[in-house]
T-cell receptor, first 113, second 112 residues
């Protein structure tokens, strides 16, 4: 079946360390991926996106890597800060599939001071 | 306001009651989405509008769920005869295209 899922439900890192959150997808036709951050009581917030014709994209302190061979996506956060503590979702949008965005279950990131 | 606004923030409904959830998207945003998020889960797609046209409603779980956006701006998600399994956070998002979407804070619905 089609799914976007995450390898680990919880990740705990020390403040200042780098964080890596992983995600697997099953539909090889997927062409657009997004990482969202969701803090408690708030809606998801866009972090970074990547298209399937790219394998890496960098933002401010964040990098997304896409490996189409193994259908794997990762989010790297440099110098993790307490404010990065949240649930992170990878999501897949397929315009040809009716413009719906399919979210994974999420990884909760804890940052220890 | 500058962001997507949803109201009410919290709603408690008795089983069998009808509810209406409102979404005010960012001004000028063509695309509008509704999602349902159960506790500890990722958001699940419900429906999508482009202006006033509902182009995809494949995620609506039953015919008790109905969404509208009559003038291409404000949208309402209506749930008839609410059931306990409808308890969730309902998220609305809007975007200029179908890519980067801006989410509201959601409406937490509790059916008792």
């Amino acid at each position: 079946g089609e799914s976007v899922g995450l390898h680990l439900p919880t990740l705990s890192v020390q403040e200042g360390d780098n964080s890596i959150i992983n995600c697997a997808y099953s539909n090889s036709a997927s062409d657009y991926f997004i990482w969202y951050k969701q803090e408690s009581g708030k809606g998801p917030q866009f972090i970074i996106d990547i298209r399937s014709n790219m394998d890496k994209r960098q933002g401010q302190r964040v990098t997304v890597l896409l490996n189409k061979t193994v259908k794997h996506l990762s989010l790297q956060i440099a110098a993790t800060q307490p404010g990065d503590s949240a649930v992170y979702f990878c999501a897949e949008t397929r315009p040809t599939g009716g413009f719906k965005t399919i979210f994974g279950a999420g990884t909760r990131l804890f940052v220890k001071a | 306001g500058a962001g997507v606004s949803q109201s009410p923030r919290y709603k408690v409904a008795k089983r069998g009651q009808d509810v209406a959830l409102r979404c005010d998207p960012i001004s000028g945003h063509v695309s509008l989405f509704w999602y349902q998020q159960a506790l500890g889960q990722g958001p699940e797609f419900l429906t999508y509008f482009q202006n006033e046209a509902q182009l995809d409603k494949s995620g609506l779980p039953s015919d008790r769920f109905f969404a509208e956006r009559p003038e291409g701006s404000v949208s309402t998600l209506k749930i008839q005869r609410t059931q306990q399994e409808d308890s969730a956070v309902y998220l609305c998002a809007s975007s200029l295209t179908t890519e980067e979407a801006f989410f509201g804070q959601g409406t937490r619905l509790t059916v008792v």
